[in-house]
T-cell receptor, first 113, second 113 residues
Framework: SQQGEEDPQALSIQEGENATMNCSYK?????LQWYRQNSGRGLVHLIL?????REKHSGRLRVTLDTSKKSSSLLITASRAADTASYFC?????????????FGTGTQLKVEL | NAGVTQTPKFQVLKTGQSMTLQCAQD?????MYWYRQDPGMGLRLIYY?????TTDKGEVPNGYNVSRLNKREFSLRLESAAPSQTSVYFC????WGQGQPQHFGDGTRLSIL
């Protein structure tokens, strides 16, 4: 079963606007990761946030985590056409150890010129 | 540096045929993974290998077998292909342990008629 559910499923914005996508999950986690997938390619790791962190930044990316609500959000600021891709959250469970991730269903982002 | 290399990139099979998907990584990672990606389903873990010499089932192992040939290579075998196994298959690798990002290949697109 899918651990993460992303919202919205699809998002279309203009270049220069901000894009926000959300992820909800079900069980306790050690960390949550976000990945990007360009069409026809594999996933690329973007950013990781640990369960004891509330917010993290990397360049134009800002991730928040609310463990009480079991949710996370990814904000991409000043979006560019090159940001067009699918974005997936992935949870690393607290129990079981290791790095056996469970992926969400993804948000398809389209950034138009 | 090639990263994670998957072969073949595309394959069409008939129902009942067998097939081995190959994956190799050159990052000296000890853990490797096989996922399948279906529309609207995100990625689902088929099998993983935490270290050379070990393999374990993931979420959807039925109909598949794996072999961790050495530290670099991890293959996925379909013994008797079924149309339900039509999917895009991704191999990934990382250093075992929580918080280690996974590195993905570009996938094998498999159609079973």
């Amino acid at each position: 079963s899918q651990q993460g559910e992303e919202d919205p499923q699809a998002l279309s914005i203009q270049e220069g606007e901000n894009a926000t996508m959300n992820c909800s999950y079900k069980t306790s986690i050690n960390n949550l990761q976000w990945y990007r997938q360009n069409s026809g390619r594999g996933l690329v790791h973007l950013i990781l946030i640990r369960s004891n962190e509330r917010e993290k930044h990397s360049g134009r990316l800002r991730v928040t985590l609310d463990t009480s609500k079991k949710s996370s959000s990814l904000l991409i600021t000043a979006s560019r056409a090159a940001d067009t891709a699918s974005y997936f959250c992935a949870t690393d469970p607290l129990a079981g150890g290791g790095n056996k991730l469970t992926f969400g269903t993804g948000t398809q982002l389209k950034v138009e010129l | 540096n090639a990263g994670v290399t998957q072969t073949p990139k595309f394959q069409v099979l008939k129902t009942g045929q067998s097939m081995t998907l190959q994956c190799a990584q050159d990052m000296n990672h000890n853990s490797m993974y096989w996922y399948r990606q279906d529309p609207g389903m995100g990625l689902r873990l088929i099998y993983y290998s935490a270290s050379e010499g070990t393999t374990d089932k993931g979420e959807v192992p039925n109909g598949y077998n794996v072999s961790r040939l050495n530290k670099r290579e991890f293959s996925l075998r379909l013994e008797s292909a079924a149309p339900s196994q039509t999917s895009v298959y991704f191999c990934a690798s990382n250093l075992w342990g929580q918080g280690q990002p996974q590195h993905f290949g570009d996938g094998t697109r498999l159609s079973i008629l």
